[in-house]
C-alpha cells in the first residue's frame, strides 16, 4: 500500500531531550516536507526536500534540523525541544522535485513538550 | 506570506452551494486546496497552476485568477461527507518551492 509513515504518532517528553520522529515513504517520492500545525494557524511548513541531500527552510524553521540521506526517508530532529514546539506534525511527499503536484500526508504526530 | 481564506467558517444543510476564496498578496505559481477532519491528515482536492493546468477530484471544482491572485474552491450539492477544515496553500512565483497554507475555512453540512 502507497503511504507515507510517521513515528512515533504520540510523544511527551521533556524540555531539552532530543527528540526524532521518523518520516518514510514507499512511493519513490522525489519531494519530502514537515508541516507543523496549531489551533488557528493552519499548516506551517518547517522544511522541505527537493531530493537526496537537498534540504531547504519552509517558513517556521527555528529549533528544527533534517536531513535526506536516503530518498524514503526525512527525519525530523528536535536538538532540545521547548513547550512552543508542542504541537500536531505531518509529514508528506510529492512525485516530483517541484511543488506542483499532489502531496501526500502522513498521519501526524502529536507532540508535547514539557 | 500566508494567504487568506474566506469566509473563516460556514454552515449547511446537505445539498446547499458553498464557495471558499483564497487571496495573495504575490504572484502565484500555484494553489493548492486541501480537505482535513478532525485530528485526521489533510487530503489531497486540487491544484492550480499557473497557466491553467488543474489537477484534482472530478467532483471538485476550483477556479485560480492569475492576475487576481485569487482562488476560489466550489462545494456544490453539499454532503454531509464535506464537512471539514478546508485549507487552500499558495507556492509564489520566483523559484521557492515553499507551500505556505492560509489558517482554514471550516465547513459544516448539517442533515
Known amino acids: 500500500e502507497a503511504q507515507v509513515t510517521q513515528n512515533p504518532r504520540y510523544l511527551i517528553t521533556v524540555t531539552g531531550k532530543k527528540l526524532t520522529v521518523t518520516c518514510s515513504q514507499n512511493?519513490?517520492?522525489?519531494?519530502m516536507s514537515w508541516y507543523r500545525q496549531d489551533p488557528g494557524l493552519g499548516l506551517r511548513q518547517i522544511y522541505y526536500?527537493?531530493?537526496?541531500?537537498?534540504?531547504d527552510k519552509g517558513d517556521v524553521p527555528e529549533g528544527y534540523k533534517v536531513s535526506r540521506k536516503e530518498k524514503r526517508n526525512f527525519p525530523l530532529i528536535l536538538e532540545s525541544p521547548s513547550p512552543n514546539q508542542t504541537s500536531l506534525y505531518f509529514c508528506?511527499?510529492?512525485?516530483?522535485?517541484?511543488?506542483?503536484?499532489?502531496?501526500?500526508f502522513g498521519p501526524g504526530t502529536r507532540l508535547t513538550v514539557l | 506570506q500566508q494567504p487568506v481564506q474566506s469566509p473563516q467558517a460556514v454552515i449547511l444543510r446537505e445539498g446547499e452551494d458553498a464557495v471558499i476564496n483564497c487571496s495573495s498578496s504575490?504572484?502565484?505559481?500555484?494553489v493548492h486546496w486541501y480537505r482535513q477532519k478532525h485530528g485526521e491528515a489533510p487530503i489531497f482536492l486540487m491544484i492550480?497552476?499557473?497557466?491553467?493546468e488543474q489537477k484534482g477530484h472530478d467532483k471538485i471544482s476550483a477556479s485560480f485568477n492569475e492576475k487576481k491572485q485569487q482562488s476560489s474552491l466550489y462545494l456544490t450539492a453539499s454532503q454531509l461527507s464535506y464537512s471539514g477544515t478546508y485549507f487552500c496553500?499558495?507556492?509564489?512565483?520566483?523559484?521557492?518551492?515553499?507551500?505556505?497554507f492560509g489558517k482554514g475555512t471550516k465547513l459544516t453540512v448539517n442533515p
Open positions: 508528506a511527499s510529492a512525485p516530483r522535485d517541484r511543488i506542483g503536484d499532489t502531496q501526500y
Open positions: 512511493m519513490n517520492h522525489e519531494y
Open positions: 526536500s527537493m531530493n537526496v541531500e537537498v534540504t
Open positions: 504575490k504572484a502565484l505559481y500555484s
Open positions: 492550480l497552476l499557473k497557466g491553467g
Open positions: 496553500g499558495t507556492v509564489t512565483q520566483g523559484g521557492s518551492e515553499k507551500l505556505v
